[in-house]
């Protein structure tokens, strides 16, 4: 692990807020170095300083880049090199996708624009960290989510590249082998942000609330520790795998348990 060792470079694409702000902040709490990109108009940086200097962090990085813009990539691995001279974590974040109402919603542009978006940079920042540091992070970290394997509402593109991911860091993980780079994907269960809601709608919040049914959702604690884990060196022997940060929930969810939980429920 890092504690008490030499501070590690950490990069997290679209950090500014949500689950990708809270594991930056896990990082630094172990006393990395993190770099945090996001986009233009997102967030005031003041703000995102006041997060981590409010728990006693030194300020992390400010990088504004677009993922998918080449001169925006090399630009922020130059800054990279030249402040620190090295990245040893890449945690690939950023998620941007077309929400699918309905059949006119389906339109090829809007799905390669969502893989360009939320499965290539994982590929492609990777690659140039070789070109422009000369050399691979040890660890590089993708984000899902279990919508590949269950409906969710306007979900379907961004499902699709997130099942995408899934099968890629297992042929990432066979192609890096010899140069010891470690790919993972973590999976989680939904996450209250703000980036769900408007995906799924503001009255998710209060549709959960009246049911109050165990394990809809986990906090972004939890996900922000299990990253962390992952990219620990104590699990360095899970390479090429998504790990499932569920709390266990998803072998007993369905009509069965709700069931089971009628009266506590209401239903």
């Not at 130059?78 to 974590?89: A, F, H, P, Q, W």
């Not at 590949?148 to 066979?174: C, G, I, Q």
Request: glycine share 8%.
């Amino acid at each position: 692990m890092s504690d008490n060792k030499e501070p590690r470079v950490v990069l997290v694409t679209g950090g500014s807020k949500g689950i990708g702000k809270e594991i930056a902040l896990k990082f630094a709490e172990h006393g990395d170095i993190v770099v945090i990109t996001y986009g233009w108009g997102s967030v005031e940086e003041e703000d995102i300083i006041k997060d981590f200097t409010s728990r006693g962090l030194p300020a992390p990085l400010l990088k504004q880049a677009d993922v998918i813009n080449n001169e925006d990539t090399i630009d922020l691995l130059s800054e990279i090199k030249n402040r620190y001279g090295r990245l040893d974590v890449f945690i690939s974040n950023v998620s941007f996708t077309t929400l699918v109402k309905n059949m006119d919603d389906y339109n090829e542009a809007y799905l390669l624009k969502s893989i360009e978006y939320s499965t290539w940079p994982m590929i492609e920042y990777t690659r140039q960290m070789k070109n422009v540091l000369g050399a691979y992070p040890k660890y590089v970290l993708g984000l899902s989510s279990h919508g590949p394997d269950r409906f969710h509402t306007n979900y379907d593109f961004a499902a699709a590249t997130k099942s995408l991911s899934e099968v890629l860091v297992k042929y990432l993980t066979y192609h890096f082998y010899d140069d010891n780079v470690i790919f993972n994907i973590l999976r989680t269960r939904p996450v209250i942000t703000d980036s769900l809601l408007s995906t799924f709608g503001n009255d998710w919040k209060d549709f959960i609330k009246k049911y109050d049914i165990p394990g809809t959702h986990i906090e972004l604690e939890e996900v922000a520790k299990t990253a962390y884990m992952m990219c620990s060196g104590l699990m360095d022997g899970i390479r090429g795998q998504t790990i499932n940060a569920d709390r266990g929930y998803d072998f007993s969810e369905g009509l069965q348990r709700m069931y089971e939980d009628r009266v506590e429920l209401g239903l």
